[in-house]
Nanobody, 128 residues
Framework: HVVESGGGSVQPGGSLRLSCTVS????????AAWFRQAPGKEREVVSC?????????YADSVKGRFTISRDNASKNMVYLQMNSLQPEDTGVYYC??????????????????????WGQGTQVTVSS
């Protein structure tokens, strides 16, 4: 099971932290990713983190602004710290998980089929 929390509304330049609770995997051997979908657009990958905490992927549009992390001590929490938010970051953010290692190429994330377990999504709105 995957459950997101932490969405909301913020002004441009503001910050939000999304949380994802993942359950059902043995220990912490799963990769987890954040995707987002803006109105009228396809779902796109934002970031991914592998089980070792060190293998990470970021979309070019969020590099330097967003940080993905996980709490392997608790074995079931993944976070997305979002800073310097812009209106184009608005959308529904989804957490996804599966027994995968995060690919380094964006093409592998297309469509999200790499991940079999998805949350319901949390809305992020960036507006003045």
């Amino acid at each position: 099971h995957v459950v997101e929390s932490g969405g909301g509304s913020v002004q441009p330049g503001g910050s939000l932290r999304l949380s994802c609770t993942v359950s059902g995997f043995t220990e912490h051997y799963y990769g987890a990713a954040w995707f987002r979908q803006a109105p009228g657009k396809e779902r796109e990958v934002v970031s991914c983190i592998s089980s070792d905490e060190f293998n990470k992927y970021y979309a070019d549009s969020v590099k330097g602004r967003f940080t993905i992390s996980r709490d392997n001590a608790s074995k079931n929490m993944v976070y997305l710290q979002m800073n310097s938010l812009q209106p184009e970051d608005t959308g529904v953010y989804y957490c996804a998980a599966d027994r995968v290692v995060c690919p380094s190429s964006s093409s592998y994330y297309y469509g999200g089929s790499l991940f079999g377990y998805w949350g319901q999504g949390t809305q992020v709105t960036v507006s003045s």
